[in-house]
């Protein structure tokens, strides 16, 4: 009877040394292989990972490391994976989402509809993540929390490291947000939202968490972005609050509130008031915009 007792809980141990092993340690700027499929369950990364209160810079981080790290950015990213020595978590504003969550260099997280928070699963790999970089901390990293709380993090066993979780969704940077602020990723595909400080979608309204990247009726848009192509297809162009604005493409159109847009120069012509993102302007009569007015 013991000697059997012995032997099943040596096999436990050993089971549990191999999970431990099965994730390889990674470096500030390190990356590994892409996952066959996605994580089943939360890592209990917290147990390797240190938290502490207060931004990077508070903290007097090194420069060039973490969030700061030049392949961090991602637009580079997108083409590695990038698991950082440190990462930080601000409650903030970026253009008209607030609050939504920034990381230590001021670029938005997102996320994904198609992932679940209930277990903790992503299901953006391969394209996707080289278009959506899953935001990654290194195995033995810093988490710095700034306006989020500590018990709304956690974290997936991804490319070796950690890809961190708000509120249990799985969070990501966008590719194209170039700079500090760009909030590009807004609403795009009806299934891409900036993360708030508890994991709900930022710019949607409370109760509606569920909707396709709309606004509530009447409330003015502080600005837009139009894409050439449909579908939110690059290059695109970034318009802003009040009055009349010149419009340069006319394939799709994002936008948190309602604005007019006008076939015309100046505000002139034929006008149709939109509220949310348009995926294809030319499927609702407007195969060319001029011009757009914020109220």
Same mark, same amino acid.
């Given at each position: 009877?013991?000697?059997?007792?012995?032997m099943?809980?040596?096999?436990?141990?050993?089971?549990?040394?191999?999970a431990?092993?099965?994730?390889?340690?990674?470096?500030?700027?390190?990356?590994?292989?892409?996952?066959?499929?996605?994580?089943?369950?939360?890592?209990?990364?917290?147990? &390797?990972?240190?938290?502490?209160?207060?931004?990077?810079?508070?903290?007097n981080?090194?420069p060039? $490391?973490?969030?700061?790290?030049?392949g961090?950015?991602?637009?580079?990213?997108?083409?590695?994976?990038?698991?950082?020595k440190?990462?930080?978590?601000s409650?903030?504003?970026?253009?008209?989402?607030?609050?939504?969550v920034?990381?230590?260099? !001021?670029?938005?997280l997102?996320?994904?509809?198609?992932? $679940?928070?209930?277990?903790s699963?992503?299901?953006?790999?391969?394209?996707?993540?080289?278009?959506?970089?899953?935001?990654? +901390?290194?195995?033995?990293?810093?988490?710095?929390?700034?306006?989020?709380?500590?018990?709304?993090?956690?974290f997936?066993?991804?490319?070796?490291?950690?890809? +961190? $979780?708000?509120?249990?969704?799985p969070?990501?940077?966008?590719?194209?947000d $170039?700079?500090?602020g760009?909030?590009?990723?807004?609403?795009?595909?009806?299934?891409?939202?900036? +993360?708030?400080?508890?994991?709900?979608?930022?710019?949607?309204?409370?109760?509606?968490?569920? !909707?396709?990247?709309t606004?509530?009726?009447? +409330?003015?848009?502080?600005?837009?972005?139009?894409?050439?192509?449909?579908?939110?297809?690059?290059?695109?162009?970034?318009?802003?609050a009040?009055?009349c604005?010149?419009?340069?493409?006319?394939?799709?159109?994002?936008i &948190?509130g309602s604005?007019?847009?006008?076939?015309?120069?100046?505000?002139?012509?034929?006008?149709?008031?939109v509220?949310?993102?348009?995926?294809?302007?030319a499927?609702?009569?407007?195969?060319?915009?001029k011009?757009?007015?914020?109220?």
């Amino acid at each position: 009877m013991l000697r059997s007792r012995a032997m099943a809980l040596a096999s436990f141990a050993a089971a549990g040394i191999l999970a431990l092993s099965a994730c390889s340690t990674a470096d500030g700027g390190g990356s590994g292989a892409a996952p066959t499929g996605a994580p089943s369950a939360p890592a209990a990364g917290a147990g &390797e990972l240190s938290f502490k209160t207060g931004t990077a810079k508070q903290n007097n981080s090194k420069p060039n $490391t973490g969030d700061w790290a030049p392949g961090a950015a991602p637009v580079v990213a997108a083409k590695k994976p990038v698991a950082r020595k440190w990462v930080q978590l601000s409650a903030g504003r970026a253009g008209a989402l607030d609050p939504v969550v920034v990381n230590g260099a !001021g670029f938005t997280l997102y996320r994904f509809d198609n992932d $679940t928070a209930n277990p903790s699963k992503s299901n953006c790999f391969d394209a996707c993540a080289s278009t959506w970089p899953p935001y990654l +901390v290194a195995r033995g990293g810093r988490v710095f929390i700034d306006g989020v709380q500590q018990s709304a993090i956690g974290f997936l066993p991804r490319d070796g490291a950690f890809q +961190v $979780t708000i509120g249990g969704w799985p969070v990501y940077l966008f590719s194209k947000d $170039t700079k500090p602020g760009d909030t590009n990723g807004q609403g795009v595909g009806g299934t891409w939202f900036g +993360v708030t400080p508890d994991g709900q979608k930022a710019g949607q309204p409370a109760g509606g968490q569920t !909707g396709g990247g709309t606004s509530p009726t009447g +409330v003015p848009a502080k600005g837009a972005t139009f894409f050439e192509s449909p579908n939110f297809g690059d290059p695109s162009q970034g318009v802003s609050a009040p009055g009349c604005k010149s419009v340069t493409f006319s394939g799709s159109l994002q936008i &948190e509130g309602s604005a007019k847009i006008w076939d015309g120069p100046n505000c002139t012509g034929k006008s149709l008031t939109v509220q949310g993102n348009v995926n294809d302007l030319a499927a609702i009569g407007f195969a060319s915009v001029k011009s757009i007015r914020f109220n």
